[in-house]
């Protein structure tokens, strides 16, 4: 018999996460969001899940110390899938990759004047190759979190982020201008682990990609 290990990171991505677990017939024995375990039994005995940050899921499944996992296709797009294999869009915890500028900035004038853009993000790969294939000249600024700020204080000229309801950006008088790119999770498969565990691997499979959202 052989075990899997399934790599996931709390709040959003387990929120949703949950059902399709539920429907290939794993449940966590505790909770994820308030344990403060980082690997986490299930009523299968075959299966344990690790709790990772959401940007470290791809490196745990590229090594193997994790056999599947679930990340964003941000996470996936800055991280590269070397080792990594694809197979399913899961179509949750879906927003957009978005440029947004403070309210009263005219973006457009400044892309067709070819101003230097300054652009904070966690994003940098994905920002890169946006601004390159528009032709815009950017200075790219890396931040770990809290986006919105840097505009507001004079650190960037523009953001580029994640955006689901508005409603951080609405709260911080900016506006989306450009979308980059439509965003949800995927399941990731060690290309290793897949022809080694495909008995205990190929079920779990099927059953996400029945279980799929709409
Ligand atoms: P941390 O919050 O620990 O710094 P993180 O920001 O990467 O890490 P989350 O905010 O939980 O973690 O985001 C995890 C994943 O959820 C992201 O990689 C992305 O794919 C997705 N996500 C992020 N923001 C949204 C959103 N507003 N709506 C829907 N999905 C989102
Ligand atoms: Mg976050």
Partial sequence: MTDITIALSKGRIFEDTAPLLKAAGIVALDDPESSRKLILATNKASVRLIIVRASDVPTYVQYGAADLGIAGKDVLLEHGS?????????????????????EGFDYDSAVRQGARLRIATKYVQTAREHFSEKGVHVDLIKLYGSMELAPLVGLADAIVDLVSSGNTLKANHLVAVEEIMPISARLIINQAALKLKRDIIQPVLEAFSQAIPR
């Fill in 82 to 102: 070397a080792g990594l294999y694809q197979p399913l869009d899961l179509n949750i915890a879906r927003c957009k990759m978005m440029v947004a500028v403070p």
